[in-house]
């Protein structure tokens, strides 16, 4: 039998006990990490098909230590150009977008944008990723980049007389997507017009616009190829994409977590991107095939024509940015020996 005093020294030390362990944290359920994936591209597009299977890929290969809540079109507020920053400042943990809607951040990464300067989105993707290391991550040290990469082939849908020649295209009017395109139409004496995207079709359906640039896949969504009547592959101008962290989200994740994140960034991922935009160009080309429109494919002659032409944009490039500090001319140089580099890898693939 106990006595009295024994009785109140256990109900002494149970009540420690107990307090302790009140004051311990919790232990959560499950040490998954959930990070909000915000974007600008709709649900039902391709490019969002293609992020959604890469999170799929990185929650399955962390065990389930990771999981991604999807937003696509702007569901957690904002506009395109405010991703990066929602990003940088922790709004958000991952997004898809594009560098060039913020202007004046990443001069250097313009180089990969320069007319003329690249070709497929397989160079491109890659050639761009060797550039980031070398010359770019300073410019992105604000957030954990896991990969960048190009879209496809960018084409020329035009309404009205088909583009074959430089002639063609003399004071045509064509929507431009970014400032340096904007200055390659120029040079290349065709005439300028912005539009934002709510318009884009209906521009050229009025005739507003004659030309727009855009891959397949993008068109063939916003349905300018079934606006158009002919369509010109150029291959001459690439806009950059990215996926990126908030560095602090980045730190946070689970050993399992941030192995798979690591697992499918840059070189490997960027492969993976390009050839998916491939593939999602695809359905784009058989639609026009579909509605009759000629498809027409500069040959490398004409194509250097143009580029020509267009080569005081890429002069007036490297004097800016060489005034701004810039290694600009290196640059150049080292990306067209990186294009190379990657074309030759390119081709050596479809041989296989």
Same mark, same amino acid.
């Given at each position: 039998?106990?006595?009295?005093?024994?009785?109140?020294?256990?109900?002494?030390?149970?009540?420690?006990?107990?307090?302790?362990?009140?004051?311990?944290?919790?232990?959560?359920?499950?040490?998954?990490?959930?990070?909000?994936?915000?974007?600008?591209?709709?649900?039902?597009?391709?490019?969002?098909?293609?992020?959604?299977? %890469?999170?799929?890929?990185?929650?399955?290969?962390?065990?389930?230590?990771?999981?991604?809540?999807?937003?696509?079109?702007?569901?957690?507020?904002?506009?395109?150009?405010?991703?990066?920053?929602?990003?940088?400042?922790?709004?958000?943990?991952?997004?898809?977008?594009?560098?060039?809607?913020?202007?004046?951040?990443?001069?250097?990464?313009?180089?990969?944008?320069?007319?003329?300067?690249?070709?497929?989105?397989?160079?491109?993707?890659?050639?761009?990723?060797?550039?980031?290391?070398?010359?770019?991550?300073?410019?992105?040290?604000?957030?954990?980049?896991?990969?960048?990469?190009?879209?496809?082939?960018?084409?020329?849908?035009?309404?009205?007389?088909? !583009?074959?020649?430089?002639?063609?295209?003399?004071?045509?009017?064509?929507?431009?997507?970014?400032?340096?395109?904007?200055?390659?139409?120029?040079?290349?004496?065709?005439?300028?017009?912005? !539009?934002?995207?709510?318009? !884009?079709?209906?521009?050229?359906?009025?005739?507003?616009?004659?030309?727009?640039?855009?891959?397949?896949? !993008?068109?063939?969504?916003?349905?300018?190829?079934?606006?158009?009547?002919?369509?010109?592959?150029?291959?001459?101008?690439?806009?950059?994409?990215?996926?990126?962290?908030?560095?602090?989200?980045?730190?946070?994740?689970?050993?399992?977590?941030?192995?798979?994140?690591?697992?499918?960034?840059?070189?490997?991922?960027?492969? %993976?991107?390009?050839?998916?935009?491939?593939?999602?160009?695809?359905?784009?080309?058989?639609?026009?095939?579909?509605?009759?429109?000629?498809?027409?494919?500069?040959?490398?002659?004409?194509?250097?024509?143009?580029?020509?032409?267009?080569?005081?944009?890429?002069?007036?490039?490297?004097?800016?940015?060489?005034?701004?500090?810039?290694?600009?001319?290196?640059?150049?140089?080292?990306?067209?020996?990186?294009?190379?580099?990657?074309?030759?890898?390119?081709?050596?693939?479809?041989?296989?």
């Amino acid at each position: 039998m106990q006595t009295p005093n024994a009785v109140r020294r256990l109900t002494v030390s149970a009540a420690v006990v107990a307090a302790a362990a009140l004051l311990q944290p919790v232990a959560p359920a499950s040490a998954q990490q959930v990070l909000r994936f915000h974007t600008f591209v709709p649900p039902v597009s391709a490019s969002f098909k293609n992020v959604s299977a %890469w999170a799929k890929m990185v929650e399955k290969e962390s065990g389930g230590a990771v999981k991604f809540q999807m937003y696509p079109s702007m569901q957690l507020g904002g506009k395109p150009p405010d991703l990066y920053t929602q990003t940088k400042d922790g709004v958000v943990d991952i997004t898809y977008t594009i560098p060039g809607y913020s202007p004046g951040v990443f001069p250097r990464s313009e180089v990969i944008e320069l007319p003329f300067i690249c070709s497929t989105t397989y160079v491109c993707s890659l050639a761009f990723t060797e550039l980031y290391f070398k010359y770019f991550v300073e410019e992105y040290k604000d957030v954990h980049p896991i990969v960048f990469w190009t879209p496809g082939e960018q084409v020329l849908h035009v309404k009205g007389k088909p !583009i074959r020649t430089l002639e063609d295209l003399h004071n045509r009017k064509v929507r431009i997507p970014s400032r340096l395109v904007g200055e390659m139409l120029k040079e290349l004496g065709a005439v300028p017009v912005g !539009i934002t995207g709510a318009n !884009i079709t209906e521009a050229m359906l009025r005739g507003v616009v004659e030309v727009m640039t855009f891959p397949w896949s !993008i068109a063939r969504a916003n349905k300018v190829i079934d606006a158009a009547e002919s369509h010109t592959v150029a291959l001459s101008h690439e806009v950059i994409l990215i996926m990126a962290m908030n560095k602090k989200s980045y730190e946070r994740l689970p050993p399992a977590a941030r192995k798979a994140v690591d697992n499918n960034s840059h070189y490997p991922t960027a492969r %993976w991107f390009a050839t998916q935009w491939v593939k999602d160009d695809q359905p784009g080309v058989q639609r026009a095939k579909k509605l009759g429109h000629e498809i027409i494919r500069l040959s490398d002659a004409e194509r250097a024509r143009w580029r020509e032409k267009s080569e005081p944009v890429v002069r007036q490039w490297i004097a800016q940015m060489t005034k701004a500090g810039h290694p600009a001319k290196e640059m150049v140089a080292e990306t067209r020996r990186l294009v190379a580099k990657y074309e030759k890898e390119e081709m050596e693939m479809k041989k296989k």
